[in-house]
C-alpha cells in the first residue's frame, strides 16, 4: 500500500495495436472489439494472500492511460515523473513505447485533441482565462453508479436482454434501428469479454493452486477459481461471489475508459445484506470472514489511483484518488429504512482500514437511526475525514425536483464528491467548474480579464457610472448568462463527439435504459440524463458583492474608482481599505442577513442561468456546488477581490464561508449555508473543522449527532469534518516524513496532508478552526 | 490617539494604552482602526433585540433540547433586565439556565423560580471564616439563598471550583459534600478545575494576573475530591 504508483504502458500499447490493425467502422463495434481485445490480452494479476483478485493495470499501483481520450507528450511524462505531487513513475521503456508507437499513432487523433480544436475562440479565451474548466479534456463521462442488477443478473442474462431487444428492433418505423442494431451488438461483445477477462482470473488462480505448497493458500486460489469462473457470468450466489462480481464490473468500466470518478457501488449495504445474512444463517459465512473480504475489496479500490493528469485538469483535481464512494444507510426504493446490519458491518471495515479509497458516506435520513449516526460520528470523530453526512430526504427531494420518480429517487445518493443522482439509471455529467468571482472581475472591468488585458467577456458597463448595487449585479448576471451560454455551447459539441466517436458499451450493459433503447451511455440511452455546471467561490463572491454593496453604495466608505484602483495594485499601497474590506463588512457564515441575502441572490441567479437548459441526449442542466481542487487554481487566476482577498489566493470552496470569515461558530455558518435554496442543486459541500477536544466523550458525539440534524432540519445536503488541530498540521507541514498517515478531508474526498501541494495545506489550515458550539 | 475625544489613548514604549480615568466609551478607536484591532469588550442592547438574537438558533435548541444560559460576571447584578428575560423566554418555550454566585438579593432569586429551567449555582467554601478571608465577604446569604431556592426548584446543579492548595483539601471538600447532599433536590455538582486561560482577558484589559505560578490540579487529585463528593450520595460532573 506504500507503494508509488507507476505509469503502465500496457493499455496504451494494446489500444493502439487493436486500432492499427481494426477495420470496424461502426463506432461501438470498434470500441467493444477493443474492449475484448484488451480483457484477452492485459496482465492478469494475482498478489500473494488476496481474497478478490483483478486490477486495472498489470499490477498494484500501475496505472494504466488512455490515448484514445488524452495522449500524454513525451514532455507531460517528464513531468509526471518528476512533479512533487501525484507523480508517477515512468520508466524507459514506457518513455520509449511513447516515442516510438504511441504518440505518433494517437497525436492529433486523441478526443483531445479534437475537442480543443472544435472549441471556438472565444470558448478559449474564457478557458485559458480561468472562467471554467473543461471536465472531458483527458477523461471521459462517467458520473453514475451501479445499482442491485449485478446482483440479481449475469452477463449471460444481460445478453439474454439484448438479444430480447434486438428482435425487437422495428426496421420499418425506426430511422435508428441500424444504429442502435450495432450499439447493442457492441454490447453483447462486452458481455463476452468480461467473462472471458473473469475466466482468465480463474486459469491463473488454478494454474497458481497447482503449484501452491501452503494448503491454506491452494483451498483460497481454489475457491477464487470457482467464483471467477461463476461471476460476472452468472448472478452471485454468495458474499464473496458478490464482492467479486462487483470488482469485475467496476474493473470493465474504467478500462474500458477512463471516467470521472471510476465507478461505485452505490448502496453497497442494501446489496450486500441479503448475501450476508443468508451466510451467516446457513453457517457458510462469518461476520470475521465478511471483514476480511471486504478489506480486501477496500484494498482494490485503493490500488487503482486515478491516471495521471496534467494541464488545468491536474489542478482542478490534483489528487491519486479516483472518488469511488460508498452509500450507506438511506432508504429502500419503498421508502423505508435502509440502514441494515450490512451498514454497521461497512462502518466497522471502514473505520478499521482507514484507507483513503474508496471515499465512504452516511446517507441519514430521518428514518436512520441515531445509532447509526452515532456510529458514524465515532469514526469522524478520529479525524481522518470518514464517513462524510448526507441529507438522504433532501437528496430524494432534489431528484424527484428534477423529474425523476419516486423509486428511483430513492435508490439514488450522492457519488463523487457530493453529486445528487439515480443510481443505476442515470447519466449525470459534470462538465467544469465555473469561477464565479471570476465572471464578477471580469464584470467589474467591463468585460476585460485584467490579469491579460483581453477581452474574453461582455462590455457590461463602465462599474464607476453604476448608480446602484442592482445595476451591477444586473451587469454581473448578464456576464455570468454570457459565460454559461459559450460553456453550454462547447458542452454540446463535446456530447456529441463522445456520443460519436467514443461510446461506452460496456458501462451502458449496467445502466438503464440503454439496453432497453439500444442507445449508448453517452448517446441519451440511460432514463435520465442530466448535465452539471458546477459553481466555485460562491463564498467570495458573496463577501465580494457584500463589500461592494455596503462601502461604495450603502455606507460610501470609497467609491467604485477607489476600489478598483485598490484591486488593481493588489492593494499594495492600500492596506487601510483591505483592511476595512476584510474586517469591517458583513460577511457570509455568520447568519448576517446582510450578506447571506446576496449569497441567495447569487444562488438564485446561478441556477436560473443554467437550469433547465437542454442538452443534446433529451436531459436538462442543473448546477451543483464543489470545487475538488480547483478553488486554488481559480485562484490562482484572479486578482484582488473587495472582500479583500490578495491576488492569486485560494478562493472559498464548496458552499463553505471564506477561510476565516465566519466568527460566530458552526451554527452560524449552518443558518448561513442554509439560505441557499439547496433542494435546487445536485449537491452542495459543506467542510467544517473541529478540534478534537471539542467532541469529547459520550456528550461530544450527542452534540455532533444534533449539529448534524439541525443542519439537515435546515435543507443542508451534507457535511463533512475535519477533526484535527491547526497545530497538528503545522507539524505535518514542517515534518512530513513524521506525519505520513495524516488523512484530512479536502472535498468529496480525504486525502493524506502530506501528499497536498502546500497552497492546499496552508488552505486546510486556515479553515476555520472552532473552538466552541 | 487623534480621535479619541476624551484624549483617554497614550503611547508607552510604542504600544498604545487606555488611561482608564479617561475614556468614555465613545468608540471613536475601535471605529477607526481598520483591521479590528480594539474592541470593546460588551454591549447595550434591549430585551426584544437580545430574545431575536437568541431565538437566532431555536432550530438547534429543538434538536438538541438545549437552550441559552445567562450567565457573567452576575447575571443578577441586572435583576429587572434578566427576569424580564427570562419570562419571555419561557413564554416562548426556550429552556433557560442561570449560573449565579449566589450573593444576590433573595425576593429576586425567587422571582425568577418559574422561568428558569436549570440554576447552576456557584460553592466556593463553605467555612464562612475562611470564605470571609479568601472573597471578603460572609457566605451566609449565598447558603441560604440555596437552601431557599433548593425548596421550591427541582433542578439545581452546583458548580464547585476547584483552587489548588485553597479549598481541594479534605475538610473542605467533605462540608461542601455535607452541605450540598443535605438539600433533597440539588441535581449534582460539576468539579470546575482551576485552569489559566482568563489570564489572556487580563493581559488585554492591561492587568496583572496575579496566580501565573499556580498551576491547574493534577488528574488524580480531581478524581480523589469527585471520588469523596460521590460518598456523599452526590453526581459529580467534572468540567461544565
Redesign the interface.
Known amino acids: 500500500m506504500d507503494a508509488k504508483p507507476w505509469l503502465s504502458r500496457e493499455r496504451a500499447e494494446l489500444m493502439t495495436e487493436f486500432y492499427r490493425h481494426s477495420r470496424e467502422t461502426s463506432a461501438p463495434v470498434r470500441r467493444a472489439l477493443a474492449f475484448e481485445y484488451l480483457m484477452e490480452n492485459k496482465t492478469i494479476y494475482i498478489g500473494d494472500g488476496e481474497l478478490i483478485v483483478g486490477e486495472r493495470g498489470p499490477a498494484p499501483k500501475g496505472t494504466p492511460t488512455y490515448p484514445e481520450l488524452c495522449c500524454h507528450s513525451l514532455q507531460d511524462l517528464q513531468i509526471l515523473n518528476d512533479r512533487k505531487k501525484t507523480s508517477f513513475a515512468v520508466d524507459d521503456q514506457t518513455r520509449r513505447a511513447y516515442e516510438d508507437r504511441i504518440v505518433p499513432f494517437w497525436q492529433g487523433r486523441s478526443i483531445r485533441d479534437i475537442l480543443f480544436a472544435e472549441m471556438s475562440g472565444e470558448w478559449k479565451k474564457a478557458y485559458e482565462a480561468g472562467v471554467y474548466t473543461e471536465f472531458m479534456e483527458q477523461r471521459a463521462p462517467g458520473h453514475t453508479v451501479a445499482d442491485d442488477k449485478i446482483y440479481r443478473k449475469g452477463f449471460l442474462d444481460f445478453k439474454a436482454d439484448i438479444e430480447r431487444s434486438l428482435q425487437s428492433l422495428d426496421y420499418h418505423n425506426d430511422p435508428e434501428a441500424y444504429d442502435k442494431q450495432k450499439e447493442l451488438e457492441a454490447m453483447s461483445i462486452c458481455c463476452d469479454a468480461i467473462i472471458r477477462f473473469a475466466e482468465r482470473h480463474a486459469e491463473k488462480a488454478r494454474e497458481l493452486a497447482e503449484h501452491e505448497a501452503d494448503p491454506q493458500r491452494k483451498k483460497e486460489l481454489e475457491r477464487i477459481a470457482e467464483v471467477c469462473s461463476h461471476v460476472p457470468a452468472h448472478a452471485p450466489r454468495d458474499f464473496w461471489e458478490a464482492l467479486q462480481a462487483y470488482w469485475f464490473v467496476h474493473l470493465g468500466v474504467i478500462t474500458e475508459l477512463n471516467t470521472w470518478d471510476s465507478f461505485c457501488p452505490g448502496h453497497l449495504d442494501h446489496h450486500l445484506y441479503p448475501f450476508y445474512k443468508k451466510g451467516l444463517e446457513d453457517g457458510s459465512l462469518t461476520r470475521e470472514q465478511a471483514e476480511e473480504l471486504l478489506q480486501c475489496l477496500w484494498v482494490k479500490f485503493n490500488n487503482q489511483p486515478a491516471p495521471p493528469k496534467v494541464g488545468v485538469t491536474a489542478e482542478e483535481s490534483a489528487t491519486y484518488t479516483d472518488f469511488a464512494n460508498i452509500n450507506l444507510g438511506g432508504l429502500r426504493s419503498d421508502g423505508s429504512d435502509g440502514v441494515n446490519e450490512a451498514s454497521y458491518l461497512l462502518l466497522d471495515v471502514i473505520d478499521e482500514i482507514r484507507l483513503t479509497q474508496p471515499s465512504s458516506n452516511i446517507q441519514l435520513s430521518r428514518k436512520s437511526p441515531d445509532r447509526f449516526l452515532k456510529r458514524a460520528c465515532e469514526i469522524i470523530r478520529k479525524g481522518w475525514g470518514q464517513p462524510s453526512i448526507f441529507n438522504a430526504d433532501l437528496v430524494v427531494e432534489e431528484l424527484v425536483r428534477q423529474g425523476k420518480s419516486i423509486e428511483d429517487a430513492r435508490s439514488g445518493g450522492t457519488s463523487g464528491c457530493v453529486e445528487t443522482g439515480c443510481f443505476g439509471k442515470e447519466a449525470y455529467i459534470l462538465t467544469g467548474y465555473m469561477n464565479l468571482p471570476k465572471i464578477l472581475e471580469v464584470t467589474v472591468n467591463n468585460g476585460i480579464d485584467p490579469r491579460t488585458g483581453k477581452k474574453i467577456g461582455l462590455e457590461t458597463g463602465d462599474p464607476t457610472q453604476f448608480t446602484s448595487f442592482e445595476e451591477l449585479f444586473d451587469a454581473f448576471t448578464r456576464q455570468l448568462k454570457h459565460f454559461v451560454d459559450i460553456k453550454t455551447k462547447g458542452n454540446n459539441v463535446i456530447e456529441r463527439l463522445f456520443a460519436t466517436h467514443m461510446p461506452v458499451p460496456f458501462l451502458s450493459i449496467l445502466i438503464d435504459d440503454c439496453i432497453k433503447s439500444g442507445k449508448d451511455y453517452n448517446d441519451g440511452g440511460p432514463r435520465y440524463n442530466t448535465t452539471y455546471i458546477m459553481g466555485v467561490g460562491i463564498g467570495t463572491l458573496t463577501d465580494s458583492l457584500a463589500a461592494v454593496k455596503y462601502h461604495v453604495f450603502d455606507e460610501k466608505s470609497l467609491t467604485m474608482e477607489q476600489l478598483l484602483v485598490a484591486l488593481r495594485h493588489n492593494f499594495q499601497g492600500h492596506e487601510r481599505i483591505r483592511q476595512m474590506l476584510w474586517n469591517k463588512t458583513p460577511k457570509y457564515g455568520n447568519d448576517d442577513e446582510y450578506a447571506d441575502s446576496l449569497l441567495r441572490a447569487s444562488s438564485d441567479a446561478f441556477d436560473q442561468t443554467v437550469s433547465g437548459r437542454m442538452n443534446t441526449k433529451g436531459g436538462f442542466y442543473a448546477v451543483n456546488y464543489l470545487s475538488t481542487t480547483c478553488h486554488i487554481y481559480f485562484g490562482s487566476v484572479l486578482g484582488a477581490t473587495p472582500d479583500g482577498r490578495r491576488a492569486q489566493e485560494p478562493v472559498s470552496e464548496g458552499v463553505s464561508p471564506v477561510q476565516g470569515a465566519d466568527r460566530h461558530g458552526p451554527t452560524a455558518v449552518m443558518k448561513s449555508v442554509a439560505k441557499m435554496d439547496q433542494v435546487r442543486t445536485g449537491g452542495t459541500l459543506l467542510n467544517q473543522k473541529f478540534s478534537p477536544s471539542l467532541l469529547e466523550g459520550e456528550e461530544g458525539i450527542d452534540n455532533l449527532a444534533h449539529l448534524v440534524r439541525s443542519y439537515f432540519k435546515l435543507d443542508g445536503h451534507h457535511i463533512q469534518l475535519n477533526v484535527v488541530t491547526a497545530e497538528t498540521l503545522r507539524s505535518a507541514q514542517a515534518n512530513p516524513e513524521k506525519y505520513r498517515d495524516l488523512i484530512v478531508r479536502v472535498a468529496g474526498y480525504s486525502d493524506y496532508f502530506c501528499d497536498l501541494g502546500k497552497v492546499l495545506q496552508d488552505e486546510i489550515i486556515a479553515r476555520t478552526e472552532h473552538k466552541s458550539f | 490617539m487623534k480621535v479619541c475625544p476624551n484624549h483617554a489613548i497614550v503611547l508607552v514604549d510604542d504600544d498604545p494604552m487606555v488611561l482608564d480615568d479617561e475614556c468614555q466609551l465613545s468608540g471613536e478607536c475601535v471605529r477607526i482602526c481598520?483591521?479590528?484591532a480594539r474592541e470593546i469588550a460588551g454591549k447595550r442592547i434591549t430585551v426584544v433585540d437580545l430574545v431575536q438574537e437568541i431565538e437566532?438558533?431555536t432550530?438547534?435548541y429543538?434538536?438538541?433540547g438545549?437552550g441559552v444560559t445567562f450567565s457573567g460576571g452576575e447575571p443578577f447584578m441586572q435583576p429587572i433586565y434578566l427576569q424580564t428575560l427570562l419570562r419571555i423566554c419561557n413564554e416562548r418555550r426556550i429552556h433557560t439556565a442561570v449560573e449565579t454566585c449566589g450573593y444576590v438579593d433573595s425576593t429576586m432569586l425567587l422571582s425568577t423560580t418559574p422561568y428558569v429551567g436549570l440554576y447552576l449555582y456557584d460553592l466556593k467554601v463553605i467555612d464562612d471564616e475562611k470564605h470571609q478571608s479568601l472573597t471578603g465577604i460572609s457566605n451566609k446569604r449565598i447558603l441560604e439563598n440555596l437552601r431557599k431556592l433548593s425548596s421550591c426548584h427541582d433542578h439545581i446543579t452546583i458548580r464547585f471550583p476547584v483552587i489548588p492548595g485553597v479549598n481541594d483539601n479534605e475538610r473542605d471538600v467533605s462540608q461542601i459534600g455535607e452541605f450540598v447532599s443535605s438539600m433533597e433536590k440539588v441535581e449534582g455538582i460539576d468539579i470546575l478545575p482551576y485552569h489559566k486561560l482568563g489570564i489572556e482577558k487580563y493581559k488585554r484589559l492591561g492587568k496583572s494576573y496575579r496566580m501565573a505560578e499556580m498551576r491547574p490540579p493534577t488528574s488524580e487529585q480531581i478524581t480523589g475530591i469527585a471520588e469523596r463528593l460521590r460518598s456523599f450520595g452526590l453526581g459529580v460532573k467534572i468540567g461544565g
Open positions: 481598520q483591521s479590528g437566532k438558533d432550530i438547534f429543538d434538536e438538541s438545549g
